[in-house]
């Protein structure tokens, strides 16, 4: 038996179909429990564990104990402590476990910070960089100033963004319609400037790579397959890398700027968790404390009694 298979594979390859078939979880989501649950196979396998039905509390809460003791964020912690109580809740009512070892398994709480957020002005500059960058008439530079549009003007996730076709799109009453986690549609609205970067791209760029296999897929890669998420994120490396001063940020920091800006131009918080797809309110409420950070540095910075 190697250290990462308890019981073989076919518990986790039952748990994986119980993913993605009967839940819906995404590629990304199903990838990352997989590794999280793999990690916890080799520990307690080398503390002696030879079975998923003799895992206890006692190993759950030791694994936690050297995920922070390697220097695991709280947030990796959390997500791992997930995986092991959605994992042996399912195996205890499928009855492949007696009984469930992580019901009182407690993960730090994720911390309430997010990564760097651009300022207005840092966001008009990135998206002013794709566009010098589109006048080259590359169409992979065209489509990336598209890309860098909608993200920004929808707030939307990575993952939702390169699931778009075309007619997801109404490019009259400007909404497009997004697939979100848990295969939970949403309407999202973009403004004037996403809608034209986007007709720049369907009449000079997409024509250029389209192939029999791009399908109605909205955004491709050279080659005129559906857009990898990893171009996406390159793309938006390299522009915000061209604004001095920019914290480095993928696709997910231009949605929390999305957010942020929204919120600091008086938006309403519930429109905000509408337009993101967040389940809780708490998941936006964090960018309230973003906002309400950034008021109290500028006002500390500008008042003369502050």
Partial sequence: MTASTLDGDDLIAAYERHLRLEL??????????????RSLAQFVHERGTDSWQEVRLADLRAWLAWLDASGASRSTMARRSAAARGFFGWATRAGSCPKDPSLRLIAPKRSKTLPGVLRQDQATSVLDVAAVAADDDDPVHIRDRAMMELLYAGGIRVGELVGLDIDDLDRHDLIMRVVGKGDKERTVPFGRPAATAVEHWLSSGRPRLV??????ALFLGRRGRRVDPRTVRE??????AHVPGAPDMGP?????SAATHLLEG???IRTVQELLGHASLSTTQVYTHVSV???RRSFAQAHPRA
């Fill in 235 to 240: 793309a938006v490396h390299t522009m915000v």
């Fill in 211 to 216: 192939t029999t296999e791009s399908g109605a």
């Fill in 266 to 268: 008086g938006a309403d």
């Fill in 252 to 256: 997910h920091g231009l949605r929390h």
């Fill in 24 to 37: 819906g979880r995404s590629e990304h989501t199903i990838r990352g429990y997989l590794v999280d649950l």
């Fill in 293 to 295: 950070e950034r008021l």
